[in-house]
Every structure is written in structure tokens, then in C-alpha cells.
């Protein structure tokens, strides 16, 4: 599991009680689900969780990612909600169930999704799953070393019930859910983005000596997944002193699109090799003239550099922001 600056939680954490997530720049090669489009959530379920509740899980997920907290706290988070509450938002809890008592001998006052008593904020943000989630994001990030702990481990830690192994039990369907409500969003499916995150470095910005031939894509995150943005065949892969590993792509109509800043190890395309949109390509990398894990995008049309933005809202698939 990967660290998280404290420090920069603060900020954050303030800032995300306050305002709507942006899902849609989520997106997986290896489900069929955006996590930003509930019409489109399997009938079926996943591993048996449905409807309102894989919504709910959704909420969690993004929550996590405005955080800039990984696929690791992200099935961490569902985990707690199936263990508390079955992913479902209710108004009560062990007391009006069990009758169980806090220590001084009140009535537990738990309701929502995390079960959340009345020191964790009020009934409304208790009862919103985006910012339950976030209450809950907030203390796990608290918690000294949560990320080499046993997940059920760190989840009690934070919800301090009577077994630290209680949530075990739901690690194999929350990183299902997790999974399969991180498919592709957007366009026509010939075109997606090629990673998760939203833009944080644009086309023909200075760089020192020269300018910026791409566009940033980043949530905070190393070793997420690089999706091809669409149909074509690996031209080539390589590492370079600026770019660290890279790979390029060559598409239809003239187009070849760029994946740069990789660690070569991390590969998982050979030159020659056919793709189709959506196929992980590699992982997000911070090598080469980088200040932090993301990928570096770029797009010539006919072997002239072209804004990657402005391609892509073409195509049908604006890159996040």
C-alpha cells in the first residue's frame, strides 16, 4: 500500500466536505462499469451487492480518490461499509437492533452506511455517503503505519468494535466491487482516457528550455493503471533521460498517441502488439524529469504535435479536470 502526506489531507479533507465529486475520470481496462454512470451498473449485482448499494459503494470510491488515496483504501473503505452496514445507508443501528450500549452505559447512536455515532459529525453528513466516506477516510489516514496492516486490521482501528478480524471477511468482494465499478467512461468507446485522475499539466506550458508536448493526467497515486486510449499497434516502447519509459501507439487516420514517465519493468505491451481501447498498456510512473507519479500524454496527427485536450473533446472524451 502506498503513503499519504497527512499534511496534504488536511487541506484536501476541508475542501471535500463541501462539494460534489467528480467521478467520471475513472476508468479500467478489465471491467465494464463506470463508476460515474449507475444506469449502467449490472442488474445482476457483483458478488451479490446491488442496485442503491453498489451506489453507495461508488460514493466511497470516489470519495477515496478525491482524497488522492489509492485502490488499496478505496477496498479498504467498502470493506468497512459491507461490514457495518451491508453497503446499505440505514437510520439506526446496534442499538435499536441488538440493544447494545456504549461504555458509560447510552444508547449507541450509530446510523449510516460506516455506522457512524454522534461524534463523528452530524446526522446529515452521517447520512451522506460521499462524506461519511470522508469522515471515515480521514481517520484511517490518521492511524500510524494503516497501510502495511492487515486491512481488517487498520479498519478496526478506526471503528474500534470488539474484532479486529470481523472485516476480513469482505476483502474479496469489496476488491471486486472496487474493480468492477472502475470500467471505462465516456465517448463512444473508441476513445477513453488513458488514465486515472484529472489534468495537472497542460499542452505548451514552459519547461524550462522547452515546452510542454502534453498533457498530465495524476490522482496522487503511483502504479495505476494506463489504459490504451485507443484501437491500434505498439509502434515502439523505450526509456529516455526526460521521459523515463515511454510508449507509443500508433492509431488510425495519421494519429499516434504517447504514455510517458513509466517504469520500463512495468511494461505490459511488446512493439508489433495489437490494442484495443482500454487495454492496460502499463503503470503510472514518476521516472525520468518528473515531480510526482503520472502520466504524461501526448498526440500527433500526421507526426505534428497536437494539444491532447483539444484532440481528445474531439473525439468525444474531454480529459477530466
Same mark, same amino acid.
Given at each position: 500500500?502506498?503513503?499519504?502526506? =497527512?499534511? @496534504?489531507?488536511? +487541506?484536501?479533507?476541508?475542501?471535500?466536505?463541501?462539494? /460534489?465529486?467528480?467521478?467520471? $475520470? #475513472?476508468?479500467?481496462? !478489465?471491467?465494464? /462499469?463506470?463508476?460515474?454512470?449507475?444506469?449502467?451498473?449490472?442488474? &445482476?449485482?457483483?458478488?451479490?451487492?446491488?442496485?442503491?448499494?453498489?451506489? *453507495?459503494?461508488?460514493?466511497?470510491? +470516489?470519495?477515496?480518490?478525491? =482524497?488522492?488515496?489509492?485502490?488499496?483504501?478505496?477496498?479498504?473503505?467498502?470493506?468497512?461499509?459491507?461490514?457495518?452496514?451491508?453497503?446499505?445507508?440505514?437510520?439506526?443501528?446496534?442499538?435499536? /437492533?441488538?440493544?447494545?450500549?456504549?461504555?458509560?452505559?447510552?444508547? /449507541?447512536?450509530?446510523?449510516?452506511?460506516?455506522?457512524?455515532?454522534?461524534?463523528?459529525?452530524?446526522?446529515?453528513?452521517?447520512?451522506?455517503?460521499?462524506?461519511?466516506?470522508?469522515?471515515?477516510?480521514?481517520?484511517?489516514?490518521?492511524?500510524? +503505519?494503516?497501510? !502495511?496492516?492487515?486491512?481488517?486490521?487498520?479498519?478496526?482501528?478506526?471503528?474500534?468494535?470488539?474484532?479486529? *478480524?470481523?472485516?476480513?471477511?469482505?476483502?474479496?468482494?469489496?476488491?471486486?466491487?472496487?474493480?468492477?465499478? $472502475?470500467?471505462? %467512461?465516456?465517448?463512444?468507446? &473508441?476513445?477513453?482516457?488513458?488514465?486515472?485522475?484529472?489534468?495537472? +499539466?497542460?499542452?505548451?506550458?514552459?519547461?524550462?528550455?522547452?515546452?510542454?508536448?502534453?498533457?498530465?493526467?495524476?490522482?496522487?497515486? %503511483?502504479?495505476?493503471?494506463?489504459?490504451?486510449?485507443?484501437?491500434?499497434?505498439?509502434?515502439?516502447?523505450?526509456?529516455?533521460?526526460?521521459?523515463?519509459?515511454?510508449?507509443?501507439?500508433?492509431?488510425?487516420?495519421? #494519429?499516434?498517441?504517447?504514455?510517458?514517465?513509466?517504469?520500463?519493468?512495468?511494461?505490459?505491451?511488446? &512493439?508489433?502488439?495489437?490494442?484495443?481501447?482500454?487495454?492496460?498498456?502499463?503503470? @503510472?510512473? *514518476?521516472?525520468?524529469?518528473?515531480?510526482?507519479?503520472?502520466?504524461?500524454?501526448? #498526440?500527433? @496527427?500526421?507526426?505534428?504535435?497536437? *494539444?491532447?485536450?483539444?484532440?481528445?473533446?474531439?473525439?468525444? @472524451?474531454?480529459?477530466?479536470?
Amino acid at each position: 500500500m502506498k503513503s499519504f502526506g =497527512l499534511a @496534504v489531507l488536511g +487541506g484536501i479533507l476541508a475542501v471535500a466536505l463541501g462539494v /460534489t465529486f467528480l467521478l467520471a $475520470s #475513472v476508468q479500467r481496462s !478489465d471491467a465494464s /462499469t463506470c463508476l460515474a454512470d449507475p444506469s449502467n451498473y449490472p442488474a &445482476e449485482g457483483i458478488n451479490g451487492y446491488k442496485g442503491d448499494q453498489l451506489a *453507495n459503494a461508488a460514493a466511497i470510491i +470516489g470519495a477515496a480518490q478525491q =482524497l488522492s488515496l489509492g485502490e488499496d483504501a478505496q477496498i479498504i473503505g467498502v470493506m468497512t461499509a459491507m461490514g457495518e452496514s451491508s453497503l446499505k445507508n440505514i437510520t439506526y443501528g446496534d442499538w435499536e /437492533t441488538s440493544g447494545n450500549t456504549n461504555p458509560d452505559g447510552s444508547a /449507541t447512536s450509530s446510523i449510516g452506511l460506516f455506522q457512524q455515532q454522534d461524534w463523528w459529525g452530524s446526522v446529515e453528513d452521517r447520512m451522506d455517503p460521499t462524506k461519511s466516506a470522508t469522515l471515515f477516510f480521514g481517520r484511517l489516514v490518521a492511524v500510524d +503505519g494503516w497501510q !502495511d496492516m492487515e486491512p481488517s486490521h487498520a479498519i478496526w482501528r478506526v471503528q474500534i468494535n470488539s474484532d479486529k *478480524n470481523h472485516y476480513a471477511t469482505y476483502d474479496t468482494d469489496a476488491t471486486a466491487i472496487v474493480e468492477a465499478l $472502475s470500467g471505462p %467512461c465516456g465517448g463512444s468507446g &473508441e476513445w477513453i482516457v488513458p488514465a486515472r485522475g484529472t489534468v495537472t +499539466g497542460v499542452f505548451g506550458d514552459s519547461r524550462g528550455d522547452h515546452a510542454h508536448m502534453g498533457t498530465d493526467l495524476a490522482d496522487g497515486t %503511483c502504479d495505476g493503471p494506463i489504459w490504451a486510449a485507443s484501437a491500434g499497434v505498439i509502434d515502439n516502447t523505450g526509456e529516455n533521460k526526460g521521459g523515463g519509459g515511454y510508449i507509443w501507439i500508433k492509431h488510425a487516420d495519421g #494519429v499516434m498517441t504517447g504514455y510517458f514517465h513509466m517504469k520500463p519493468i512495468n511494461f505490459m505491451v511488446v &512493439e508489433g502488439q495489437a490494442v484495443q481501447a482500454g487495454d492496460q498498456i502499463g503503470k @503510472v510512473g *514518476n521516472e525520468g524529469n518528473s515531480y510526482g507519479c503520472h502520466l504524461h500524454y501526448e #498526440v500527433k @496527427v500526421n507526426g505534428e504535435y497536437v *494539444n491532447p485536450q483539444t484532440f481528445m473533446e474531439g473525439v468525444g @472524451v474531454p480529459l477530466p479536470r
